[in-house]
């Protein structure tokens, strides 16, 4: 398969034409700040739901504590950008580095319990991580961290783009196929000579990684960053919207991200309802899709090319 | 059926991004005709909801009294645009986005000092004013290098004032010798009280032996009580909120510690006595901002009672005052326009609000007022003393 | 000597109380995940449903203080029995995974629900419970952490010899067994689950008022924490086995109580979790349980 084939040129226009247009409307100051404030969040809730798709839908596990590996992110490049001055792109790098680091350490041994286990333990993780740094007062403890606003629209979008990449690029490699077979059924796995600890490790490690990007975006658009910003809430509704979107499929959570950000700020003007609705909306899916909108599938432009070439992908 | 999933996708990218267009246009035809905006960026859900929506109250209750008179500028009524920040400093920005999106003339709120500052950057850039009801961290005002922050005001006194008032109420009043802090480890607020409370304190001869930490939200305190209870000091500064004040005070007399308990503002509620128990809480003091029994509060607090069915709080007051800061900004100024409303605000002076006269100071922002220090009787908070800037 | 001694000593008094209610909390959670092997993430927001139709009844209805819990427990019963109706019996041979996520989702249901409904203002509970110490040997007892530490005994006897020799007790371990063969042997395993999560969250309504009580304050998100400390609690013990959720919470409220005796105080809530991890990984089966090897 050539890397310039039909598809790949069209998405690349797509992604050239939206980055284009946003800039282009912004520069002209046609976007109000309301709406770009949320593309921004609609960009780190990206990354976020598709990196925990990876470990959620794609490799079968179960974390409800992504928030946490956010915080990390989020502290850790304000620490490199704020305390140590570092530039940007370190600053972010970093965050997602430590982030990994400490997924590593954190899923090596915890990886090996099973569904609701392992959930409740990366609920602990993002509990402890979240009383660490309000115990923390070098960054600030409760009261927080301000960091100046240095992400914009550029950073945010192709870092959301190349993100999106190396998760799709992950996924359809050998090590995502290994990672979906211990989803589908992990026994048969390990006797088909998969080391599903391995591949679960790694998904992990990738998945706090891409959060602990999409941390450092926030930490540097959001002008301050405290513990509670990175709460069970948070991992909440990430979840959401990767079961929402499908879980297994990136481009179901990447459609999840942007609905629940947009629908969030809508709803932000009926505070009381917001979480009763998401909430609803969650029970509703489950009972009713339990597969999300679009199941372990991806939407993709298949239809554009010749049958049977692209939808392998 | 995958087609019609991708379909259906399709559809939904496109209603988002259609309805994100649809609303630009609605938004930035708004703020004229009969109504005058102003953003509320208020805490209505989330750890300090009850700041949110008894702030809420206060507003609304300014803007109807003014709107039942026949408005503003020749007949304009007011409007409270309300966006929930959550009580999330990230949510505080995009709250305060959205209302100066909506073309508001001004925002009251956030009401807690950490999301004032996030909100700060938001009104800043597009020159807006800000009036926090309460905040009262003495940094929100102040920008970098010792200048003024141009859009932030408050009606309300600040965090050291409070802790001096209180090290020097406990010195000269109490005569306390020794002091034990208890400090709520998630509130900026609280911290900030307990550091000027500790250096006025130990500045006037006073020790501090021992200082506990808790987090918000917890219920049972009898832990770090009995720790405290074996340095034995002759008082106790507890800055937090009063629905943990209230527990913390009924435990330690639960575990017989007799000794009198002070705190802040945060104390200020009536259901301090139905959460801790009237008789616990005799021999407690707190700085307040006003006294609901003082002559300038009593037709609040009438009014307030027969419209919500129970007493207002000093956050339902100064809210009240903050909107009425507003209706006169704009009543003087004769003008909706955020620049003028900003440049009467700064130099606010005499403004008789409910809860104490308001100048406001404009090298700093915050106004000279008095504090209040009440003690808890019987079940209810009764005015001893006031204290005076110094 | 005899201050130190006197003060650690409280602070063991101290641990107890505080475990015994997370052992009275524990004993619902325990028991539901015992039978239906679900991870009732909404026992906790039960609890506060039910903490709040208590102060109804007794601040509202002027209701005295047994009948309120009675109430209370009654009304739990049939929301629980709702929610399982509802949520959980549709997703009974979806993953486990699909459940809990459910779950999740029926907790901030409950949570923003009441909410919208009695608002996130604090109310304080009438004065049902005396508040009365007794001072022993320089060490303070309270009336109310005795009253929770007796009933925390009391109903973990009750659900011990219920599950063990009545006739729905041995349905519900029949079902938890192996429900096809249950339903072959003629046991009503719809209303065998109905009625494992009534009695549940009617322990979890039992805890709900007395936490009110003893605590004096409730508000909708005061489920959130408590709910976690329970799990851990029986996590610690063993979930699924009752006597041991009542160790786990005592012992949870004794590390709890040390870490704060200690000065760390703000780190308590760190160590419960951690101690959770560390039991999920080396004893999953936690301190009174026989490991369960993996069936292909």
Redesign the interface.
Known sequence: MKVLNKKNLVILLAVLVVYGGVQAAIAARLIPPFYSVNLMLICVYVILATSLNLINGVTGQFSIGHAGFMAIGAYLSAIVSVKLHGPLGAAILAGGIVSAAVGFLVGLPTLRLKGDYLAITTLGVGQIVQVVFFNTNYVGGAAGFTVPRTVNWTWAFWLTVISVVIIHNFTNSTHGRACISVRENEIAAEAMGINSTKYKVMAFTLGSFLGGLAGGLYANYMYLIQPTTFSFLTSFNILVMVVLGGLGSMTGSIVGAVVMTVLSAYLSQFPEWRMVLTALLLIVVMLFRPSGLLGTKEFNLGFLGKKGESRAA | M??I??F???G??CL?LA??CGT?GA??GNGGGGTIKVGGDLE??G?Q??FG?EAQNGIKMAFDQINAKGGVLGGKKLALD???N?????EA???A??L???NVVAVIGPMT??LV??AT??VT??KVPLITPSGTNAKLTMAAGGKVQPYIFRPCFIDPFQGQVGAKFALGTLHAKTAAVIVD????YA?GLADTFISNFTAGGGKIVDQ????S????F???L??I??TNPDLIWLPGYY?DD??IV?QAR???MKMPFAGGDGWDDP?LF????PA?LNDTYYVDHVANDSPDMVQFVKDYKEKYGHEPNAMSALSYDAANMIINAIQTANSGDPAKITAELDKLTGFKGVTGEITIDPNTHNPQKKAVIKENKNGKGIYLTSVSPS | MGHVLREGLQQVVNGLSMGSVYALIALGYTMVYGIVKLINFAHGDVMMIGAYVGWLATSRLHMSFVPALLLAMASCALLGVIIERIAYKPLRNATRVAALITAIGVSLFLEYGNMLVASAQVRSYPPVLPSVSYKVGGVYLQYGAIVIFATTIILMILLTLTVRYTKIGKAMRAASFDKDAALMMGVNVNSTISATFAIGSALAAAAGVLYGAYYNTIDPLMGIIPGLKAFIAAVLGGIGIIPGAVVGGLVLGLTESAVSALGASTWRDAVAFLILILVLILKPSGLFGKNVREKV
């Open positions: 995958k087609k999933f991708a259906l996708t399709v939904i990218l988002s309805g994100g630009t938004a930035a209505l859900t750890g909801a009850m929506q309300v966006a929930d959550k009580s999330d400093p990230g920005t995009t709250a986005t959205k100066v999106g909506d000092s950490s500052a996030a950057p938001v850039d597009s480890q998630k509130s900026d911290k506990e930490k808790y987090a939200g917890d219920k049972d009898t832990s770090i009995t720790r209870k074996g629905n209230g527990l009924k639960d575990l017989g259901s139905t959460i801790g128990t616990a």
